[in-house]
C-alpha cells in the first residue's frame, strides 16, 4: 500500500443504498471541481462493492 492512494470514497446509507465516486463533501466539489460519483441500490452490486473497499481497508490503503 506505499505510495498508492485511493482518493475514491464510498458512503453506505442503511445498508442498502451506497454512493461511490470522487467527491469530497465540500461545496467546491459539487459547484467547481470536476468529480464522479455514482448512486446505486442494486444489492449484489452494492456487495460486491461494499466487499473491494473493506478489502482495500483490510490491506492498509485508506488508513494515515
Known sequence: GQGVLVHTKMI?????TLVIGS???TSNAFTRNMELSL????PEDNKRIASY???LYNQGYGKS
Open 53 to 55: 473497499f473493506e478489502n
Open 12 to 16: 453506505s446509507i442503511d445498508g442498502r
Open 39 to 42: 448512486v446505486t441500490d442494486i
Open 23 to 25: 467527491h469530497n463533501l
